[in-house]
């Protein structure tokens, strides 16, 4: 009896292909969004590169005396809203294009619509289903349509693809080594102060002995304890 092994190969490009595969800048969620008469946002976060394509769909399943509002906002102190939509229904796409490095946030409310007299066991029950795909980046892009504008073939198109994700590496890549380059110059500056502060320190300590020294000896001098 013969055992036969075959070994699996990976090229260059398919390593890369493989490793790129990880790469996907796509977030999915469902969720059951609760309505209230003066409702919290709920907000999903992603990390997006500055001047990145985010494409948002929102699928609201139905749901009376309901109306869900959203907001694409940035993760800054002050909340810069990128766009704002009130009463979606059914299936929502937006798109939007970063201003700056940073998270970015799809908040949605779901209201009490009108003035519809219910009880809390009833309003406790109103909800409704959200189903919110997010995507980023190269993610974003269309490329079928890309593909049938410019008549690229299958090839052209997944290359199309691996270029943008390609960039997208190359901007993470640009992103950390900023980042770095920020805390080396944080680190360097703070190892700087403690250094200055503990000569400091160490100045005022002797200046604080040698001056405790005199006086001292001045008053022993003044009770004629020494000469």
Same mark, same amino acid.
Request: proline share 3%.
């Given at each position: ?83 704002? #939509?009130?009463? =979606?229904? +059914?299936?929502?796409? %937006? ?10 946030? /799809?908040? &949605? #409310?779901?209201? =009490?619509? +009108?003035?519809?007299? %219910? ?10 289903? /959200?189903? &919110?795909?997010?995507? =980023? ?91």
């Amino acid at each position: 009896m013969f055992l036969t092994s075959r070994t699996l190969s990976l090229t260059p490009l398919s390593l890369i292909i493989l490793l790129l595969s990880f790469l996907h800048s796509v977030s999915a969620i469902k969720f059951n969004l609760p309505a209230f008469r003066y409702p919290p946002s709920k907000c999903i976060w992603n990390a997006a590169h500055e001047k990145a394509l985010v494409i948002v769909t929102a699928n609201v399943g139905p749901g009376p005396n309901q109306r869900v509002d959203i907001e694409i906002v940035d993760s800054e102190d002050r909340k810069n809203i990128y766009l704002s #939509k009130r009463g =979606i229904k +059914g299936e929502t796409r %937006l798109a939007i294009t970063t201003h700056s490095e940073g998270d970015v946030g /799809v908040c &949605l #409310k779901n209201y =009490i619509d +009108g003035d519809v007299a %219910l009880s809390y066991d009833e309003q406790a029950k109103l909800s409704r289903i /959200v189903d &919110l795909d997010i995507d =980023i980046g190269a993610d974003a892009v269309d490329y079928n349509a890309i593909a049938n504008q410019e008549s690229l073939s299958g090839l052209e198109t997944e290359m199309r693809k691996l270029e943008g994700l390609v960039k997208e590496v190359v901007d993470e890549m640009n992103y950390l080594k900023r980042r770095e380059e920020r805390f080396t110059k944080t680190n360097f500056s703070t190892n700087r102060r403690v250094q200055n502060f503990a000569w400091f320190t160490l100045v005022s300590l002797a200046g604080l002995g040698v001056w405790q020294i005199f006086h001292l000896r001045a008053f022993f001098k003044r009770k004629y304890l020494i000469d």
